[in-house]
């Protein structure tokens, strides 16, 4: 099979594919350079790419906001970063302070890592009153949030009640994993996140997206954005089906 050949798709995702745009696709995508080994030519680079692809955001380190802010002046390329991240485990004073500090550089849209250890404690209402101190912090700097629950590390009871304490705590997205554990976004985990939110949280697959066709199957599932490091793979692949008809 070719790049320029639909594959087996499950039909929804065929006919996603059929009406979506360069655009649509491109804005689903959160390009991930988040990696620790990460040098600075490789960030220089992976900016560049998240600007000429045009996707929604590239999503860096925070020692790598300032220079992320510099590379995308002026284009439609949002900066992103991450807070309490990979494990979640820093006190809720310092996700605070790493959020206003991302803020204050100029990036707009924060991933933050649940306390996982307090959601597997049953500490629902600490897991709630620690992403509203940082959505608050990101509202009134104009930014949105992403809640990263980790789903290796948990039960469904666990994910459902992490899905309710975000949406109490006011967050804009509820996201699977940092890429980091054993396992990333999978099917299952992305039709319960969606059907255990209201329509005004947003849903984002981060681990194991590299092919158009897995970010079709997942932009079908009702993801809206994907965390990605394949983003030149899938939208190169993209532009070569929809010119092939």
């Not at 065929?14 to 040098?39: G, M, N, Q, W």
Request: aromatic share 4%; charged share 25%.
């Amino acid at each position: 099979m070719t790049t320029t050949e639909l594959p087996a798709l499950t039909p929804e995702a065929r006919a996603l594919f059929e009406r979506l745009t360069y655009h649509d696709v491109s804005k689903t995508i959160d390009h991930s350079l988040l990696r620790p080994e990460l040098d600075d030519s490789f960030i220089d680079e992976g900016l560049r790419l998240a600007r000429q692809y045009d996707v929604a955001s590239a999503t860096v380190r925070p020692i790598d906001v300032t220079k992320a802010v510099r590379l995308l002046e002026g284009s439609d390329v949002k900066v992103g970063t991450v807070v309490g991240f990979p494990h979640g485990d820093t006190l809720t004073e310092t996700k605070v302070f790493e959020t206003q500090r991302a803020l204050g550089q100029g990036a707009r849209e924060i991933d933050m890592v649940l306390q996982i250890s307090w959601l597997r404690s049953g500490r629902d209402a600490d897991v709630q009153a620690d992403i509203a101190a940082v959505v608050e912090v990101a509202r009134k700097g104009g930014a949105i949030v992403k809640v990263i629950f980790e789903n290796a590390y948990l039960t469904d009871d666990e994910k459902i009640r992490a899905c309710r304490a975000c949406e109490a705590a006011g967050a804009d997205f509820v996201k699977t994993s940092t890429g980091f554990a054993a396992t990333g976004a999978t099917h299952d985990d992305l039709r319960l996140m969606r059907a255990n939110t209201g329509a005004h949280i947003a849903v984002k697959a981060a681990g194991g997206v590299r092919t158009l066709d897995a970010l079709l199957e997942v932009m079908a599932l009702g993801v809206t954005r994907v965390g990605a490091t394949a983003t030149a793979t899938m939208l190169d692949d993209f532009k070569a089906r929809k010119a092939a008809g």
